[in-house]
């Protein structure tokens, strides 16, 4: 999955627009490096942050006790 279809997907932003802009800024970090690719391919154990708010990636169905 790449980086802003994870935002909107973990209910970090509510669409890609509003990813988008924020991406660009810098304000998202991906594995605490910020990231300003949109595209960003993520992987499994990948973590995301935007506004202290974080999500992992991790399997369909998978349960790491995260809510995300």
């Known amino acids: 999955i790449r980086l802003g279809q994870f935002l909107k997907l973990a209910n970090l932003v509510e669409s890609g627009a509003e990813a988008k802009p924020l991406i660009a ?39 790491d006790g995260l809510p995300w």
């Open 25 to 63: 800024a810098g304000m998202v970090r991906v594995n605490d490096e910020v990231e300003t690719r949109r595209g960003r391919q993520l992987v499994k154990g990948d973590v995301v942050m935007l506004a202290g708010q974080a999500a992992r990636v991790a399997d369909e169905g998978a349960d």
